[in-house]
């Protein structure tokens, strides 16, 4: 098996083709076996003779179709295997048969272009967001030791803050409980007076504990009407 790679002469005759392998073209439907009046894209395989094929003049191509066209070809012509394609995807056809497609031309990348960078700019795009990255790790890092130092900061204030007011509620407790003492010695001491005064008897100490509470609802009245005044 022998294939073509540029449009010298073959091993026969002089003859010259003007396709080369790898090139994209379209097939003629007409020249498949089942390929119907349509065209149909492919890859050039092979270009040269064929073992079958003994006119001088006759070069055939065989084309790697995109398509399916449901043929029993898959690069074996004549009981030979020319090239290689899936089932159904070959073609051997004349030169005549075929349309070649226009090659797109590749073109190196150049500066400022963003869908196709050149390495140098790649190289630079990867310094400057390594710096962006650094710079924002940097930025992070110190705003979070600022809230951190803020935090402890207003946590050692809320102890010391904490701390004087339980003392003052401590000082405030003690001072309510001495006062309440206070209070109550002296509605003792009234107590006894009164009962001294009606008789210190048992009568006369249920008409000392009965004006001890009149006392109390009167002072808790006189309490109230000045907190509705207020």
């Known amino acids: ?4 790679k540029s449009s010298a002469g073959l091993s026969r005759g002089n003859y010259k083709c003007s396709f080369r392998k790898g090139d994209r073209v379209l097939v003629n439907g007409s020249a ?40 029993s070809h898959n690069g074996v012509y004549q009981g030979k295997r020319y090239f290689y394609c899936p089932r159904g995807h070959g073609a051997m056809v004349k030169s005549s048969d075929i349309i070649p ?22 190289k630079k795009q990867r310094r400057l967001r390594e710096q962006l990255i650094k710079e924002s790790e940097e930025k992070f890092r110190k705003e979070y030791q600022t809230k951190r130092r803020a935090q402890m900061e207003r946590s050692s204030k809320s102890s010391t803050l904490q701390s004087i007011s339980d003392k003052d509620q401590e000082s405030g407790d003690e001072q309510k409980q001495a006062d309440s003492t206070e209070d109550n010695r002296l509605e003792e001491l009234n107590l006894i007076k009164m009962k001294k005064y009606f008789g210190n008897d048992e009568k006369a100490e249920r008409m000392a504990a009965t004006l001890r509470k009149l006392r109390r609802a009167f002072e808790q009245g006189r309490i109230m009407t000045l907190e509705e005044q207020a």
């Open 1 to 4: 098996m022998s294939s073509v």
């Open 32 to 71: 498949l076996e089942r390929g119907g009046d349509r065209l149909y894209p492919g890859t050039v395989e092979y270009i040269g003779f064929t073992d079958g094929c003994l006119s001088v003049q006759t070069v055939l191509v065989g084309v790697h179709l995109y398509d399916n066209v449901y043929s």
């Open 101 to 122: 497609l226009n090659s797109v031309p590749r073109k190196w990348p150049v500066n400022g272009n963003r869908m196709f960078p050149s390495y140098e700019e790649i």
